[in-house]
């Protein structure tokens, strides 16, 4: 059973930057990936990037593509979200999960291991 804890999230003003950090207990096979969802307030939970263990391909929603970048160190079982020029509508709960995925729209199904979540705020 993987466990996953997320950190780093807080309140900045718009323009912003946060880095958000996903720490896992260990490395599972049944996974090739690791992604960042968020839900924002009355929307359902989407995915915003996602990363290929090792391999170093990367996902991004067109909503953060050129703001948000995602990185891994493997043999930290850790998973980074760099997220520069924050917007309001940026304002959510973000979630790191694991999961195997391959292609298309990041689905919430593909993916078994989900952390708690760390809160997201973008004041205008």
């Known amino acids: 059973q993987v466990r996953l804890m997320e950190s780093g999230g807080g309140s900045v003003e718009a323009g912003g930057s946060l880095r958000l950090s996903c720490q896992a207990s260990?490395?599972?096979?049944?996974?090739?990936?690791v992604a960042w969802f968020r839900q924002r307030p009355g929307k359902a939970r989407e995915g915003v990037a996602n990363i290929f263990h090792r391999a170093g391909y990367t996902y991004y929603h067109d909503s953060v593509k050129g703001r948000f970048t995602i990185s891994e160190d493997y043999a930290k079982l850790m998973v980074y979200l760099q997220m520069d020029n924050l917007k309001p509508e940026d304002t959510g709960m973000y979630f790191c999960?694991?999961?195997?995925?391959?292609?298309?729209?990041?689905?919430?199904?593909?993916?078994?291991?989900w952390g708690q979540g760390t809160q997201v705020t973008v004041s205008s």
């Open positions: 260990e490395h599972n096979p049944n996974t090739n990936c």
């Open positions: 999960a694991a999961g195997t995925w391959f292609n298309g729209d990041l689905n919430e199904g593909d993916f078994r291991y």
